[in-house]
Each structure stands twice: as structure tokens, then as C-alpha cells.
T-cell receptor, first 111, second 112 residues
């Protein structure tokens, strides 16, 4: 059965801390892994990873994919209260338009 | 551009009632999807479309119908609402299968 598992389920940190969010997957016909941030409403796109070992960066956020070990991590450095959100990981299947999402990691950053 | 829009924002139904959740996008995207989001379950794919006139089932299609008569619109129909369909529904679109999806603001549906 195809699945995407995120850990931890929730996390509380203080401003300035660095956090690492994990996403592991077991899917047939993997194409890409995507990270989204969900605050109050719609998920917003962060990164798409297709190749192993290539880090994607955007400001204080970065992500990398390991296709051999079937996981990805999302790092957030120098966290701010505005980083408080649910972070979703999704896998896109090759040859189709189907995605499987993980259950998300709820991050709370305290001032 | 309005992006992806959904109506209504909130809806309360009684068991057995039918309704249509509306989704529209003005980005000329070929690919569109419907998801439901439940606590502890993440986003689950209901139905998707790869272009006008073409739809397919996702992970949890039972109790829902879709059609895609135009590129812009992708309505989701609940034929006979059940309490198990209480959820937040998101519509998403993307220009092709290789790019990220853009999500609408969601519809919170409660079935009593």
C-alpha cells in the first residue's frame, strides 16, 4: 500500500530554534515529493524535489530528498512565530496526476 | 488573477440532502483536483481531471461525482450527504502534471 508518513506529528519550539521535519514514503512509481505550508486556510507551495541529493533553498527554509532511503527533510533555521503552521509533504506518482499527502507536522513557534 | 476560487465558504446540510461545491480557476490550468481534509488524516484525493471532459477517481471517490465541461470549472457534487462527509474540501489546479498545485481557500462542510 502506498503511504507517506510525516514525523513528528507536532512540535513546539522557541523563536530562533532550528527545526527538522521528516517525510518518509513508500510508493510505486515515484516522480516528485512536494512540501506545502498550511496556515489557516489553503496549503501554499514550498518546494518540489525530484532528484536525490540536491538541496532546495528559500530563505531560512531548505529541503533535500534521498531517493535511496525514501525520505525527505525540511529544515527551518532561526524560526519565527510566522513559521507556525502545518507542514504537509506529498508524493506525486509518475505517469499520473495522483498525489498522496502525509498527515502533516504541526509546528508552533513561541515568542 | 483571482487564482482558484471556491464557493461556498461554509455549508451545513442535513443527511440525505444534495449539493454542489463550486471550484473555478482563471489561470488556464488543465489539471484540477478535489481533496478532503480531516483531522489526523491529511489531504485525501477525491477526484481529479486532466482536462475538459476527462475525470478520474482518486483515493476516496465514493459518494461524490464530478464533471469538467470547461477548463475553468470543476464542480464537486454530493448526491446524498452523510455525516461521514463532514470535512474541509479543497480544490486545486496546476498547469500540468509536473508542477505544483495551487489550492483554493476551502469549503467547510458539516452534515448533520
Amino acid at each position: 500500500e502506498d503511504k507517506v508518513v510525516q514525523s513528528p506529528l507536532s512540535l513546539v519550539v522557541h523563536e530562533g530554534d532550528t527545526v527538522t521535519l521528516n517525510c518518509s514514503y513508500e510508493v510505486t512509481n515515484f516522480r516528485s515529493l512536494l512540501w506545502y505550508k498550511q496556515e489557516k486556510k489553503a496549503p501554499t507551495f514550498l518546494f518540489m524535489l525530484t532528484s536525490s541529493g540536491i538541496e532546495k533553498k528559500s530563505g531560512r527554509l531548505s529541503s533535500i530528498l534521498d531517493k535511496k532511503e525514501l525520505f525527505s527533510i525540511l529544515n527551518i533555521t532561526a524560526t519565527q512565530t510566522g513559521d507556525s503552521a502545518i507542514y504537509l509533504c506529498a508524493v506525486l506518482f509518475s505517469g499520473t496526476y495522483k498525489y498522496i499527502f502525509g498527515t502533516g507536522t504541526r509546528l508552533k513557534v513561541l515568542a | 488573477n483571482a487564482g482558484v476560487t471556491q464557493t461556498p465558504k461554509f455549508q451545513v446540510l442535513k443527511t440525505g440532502q444534495s449539493m454542489t461545491l463550486q471550484c473555478a480557476q482563471d489561470m488556464n490550468h488543465e489539471y484540477m483536483s478535489w481533496y478532503r481534509q480531516d483531522p489526523g488524516m491529511g489531504l485525501r484525493l477525491i477526484h481529479y481531471s486532466v482536462g475538459a471532459g476527462i475525470t478520474d477517481q482518486g483515493e476516496v471517490p465514493n459518494g461524490y461525482n464530478v464533471s469538467r465541461s470547461t477548463t475553468e470549472d470543476f464542480p464537486l457534487r454530493l448526491l446524498s450527504a452523510a455525516p461521514s462527509q463532514t470535512s474541509v474540501y479543497f480544490c486545486a489546479s496546476s498547469p500540468d502534471r509536473y508542477n505544483e498545485q495551487f489550492f483554493g481557500p476551502g469549503t467547510r462542510l458539516t452534515v448533520l
